[in-house]
């Protein structure tokens, strides 16, 4: 089978031509139709994160072994199963759930695999989607979406999941003033699941006008410019000089986090979703002071992602495609998510 590789962070992905796994005992082996490129995947191709004090955080440090098939939003049908799997057959259309932990830790023991102290998920501790098919260690890790079209549903695995976590961890309610920082991928889906399931105001900060009309097409309420303006003084202005009741950050950077906390009313919730990096400093006084809470939110949890499949199936929200890519233009899909030029997700059809 095709798979892209990364061989190298930095260098250009591989096509390799690799065995098509056989699935045993509990494994199912999915063959992949739709594979959302997260810009998670360019931090792995990168080789890291950006840290504090101008220093990187390298992948490798943290548990990612290369060459590696990145990929963590697949959907596809179902090749073939092991000789223990029970309630999955060859020709179902399922969406991967790629979280996987190692099922003993404290975290696993709750359902939340997603946090788990030894971390197992696919497309980045093990070969992903960006190939003709993927392995899964086991059906329980699959959701399955008769009738839904495989490319909508894939990037709910990620970027719909992880919107939806971190709307969960901000705790906003409806009456209540919400900021969206960053109108990419996760971003626009989170736009919608805000609209869904808090129905609180909803105001979006990019840096980009089309991302932004994007995202009040969606369902914001006010989009703000921060190339252009003072996201601060914006936010103030529309809450009465209060600030928001919560932010939600998925850029996460040095740059926007000083001004989140800024914006933050008193006892506002940050959430911190995106992985650009860097440090801030924190005026300590404020956090007891004003009550703030800082919150570090990573994907979701399997049962989370059923509810979103769920949202997706009853059209109430719909995963913004920007772009669709041929396995073989991997490289070029990545390129354009780094310069921008991506609207939403970018999809690979292997
Ligand atoms: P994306 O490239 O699709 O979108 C990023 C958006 O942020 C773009 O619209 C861009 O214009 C905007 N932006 C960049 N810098 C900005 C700034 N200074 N101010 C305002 N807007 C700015 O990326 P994505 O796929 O939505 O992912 C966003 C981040 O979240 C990435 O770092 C990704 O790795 C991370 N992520 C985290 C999790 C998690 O579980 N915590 C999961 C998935 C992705």
């Not at 959430?271 to 007891?288: C, D, I, K, R």
Request: proline share 5%; charged share 25%; net charge neutral.
């Amino acid at each position: 089978m095709k798979a892209a590789r990364i061989v190298k962070p930095k260098e250009p992905l591989q096509i390799e031509d690799l065995p098509v796994p056989r699935p045993r005992g509990k494994q199912v082996l999915v063959r992949v139709l739709a594979s959302g490129v997260c810009h998670s995947d360019l931090h792995l191709w990168e080789g890291g994160y950006a840290g504090p004090r101008d220093m990187f955080m390298r992948v490798e440090d943290r548990g990612v072994r290369f060459p590696l098939t990145p990929g963590h939003e697949v959907a596809g049908i179902v090749e073939e199963v092991g000789d223990e799997v029970v309630n999955t057959g060859k020709g179902e259309k399922v969406l991967v759930y790629p979280w996987i932990g190692d099922g003993a830790c404290p975290a696993c023991t709750v359902g939340e695999e997603n946090l788990c102290d030894r971390p197992r998920s696919l497309g980045i501790f093990q070969d992903g989607g960006y190939a003709e098919y993927i392995l899964v260690p086991s059906e329980r890790y699959l959701i399955k979406i008769d009738g839904q079209e495989p490319e909508q549903v894939a990037s709910l695995a990620c970027s719909g999941l992880t919107a939806y976590t971190a709307l969960k961890n901000s705790s906003i309610r409806a009456q209540e003033f919400l900021v969206i920082v960053g109108a990419g991928g996760l971003g626009l889906i989170g736009v919608q699941i805000a609209r869904a399931i808090a129905g609180s105001t909803i105001a979006v900060i990019d840096l980009d006008d089309k991302r932004l009309e994007e995202a009040r097409r969606l369902g914001a309420d006010h989009i703000i410019n921060s190339s252009r303006s003072d996201p601060v003084k914006e936010v103030k202005d529309l809450t009465n000089g209060l600030g928001a009741d919560a932010v939600i950050d998925f850029v996460n950077s040095s740059k926007t986090v000083a001004k989140d906390l800024d914006m933050l009313r008193k006892r506002g919730r940050l959430v911190l979703v995106g992985l650009f990096g860097g440090s801030t400093e924190l005026n300590l006084a404020l956090m007891p002071l004003r009550a703030y809470r800082i919150i570090g939110s990573y994907t979701g949890k399997y049962a989370d992602l059923v509810e979103l499949v769920a949202l997706a199936r009853r059209g109430m929200i719909r995963s913004v495609i920007g772009k669709r890519f041929r396995l073989e233009e991997v490289n070029d899909a990545l390129t354009q998510l780094k310069e921008g030029k991506i609207m939403g997700r970018a999809v690979l059809n292997p």
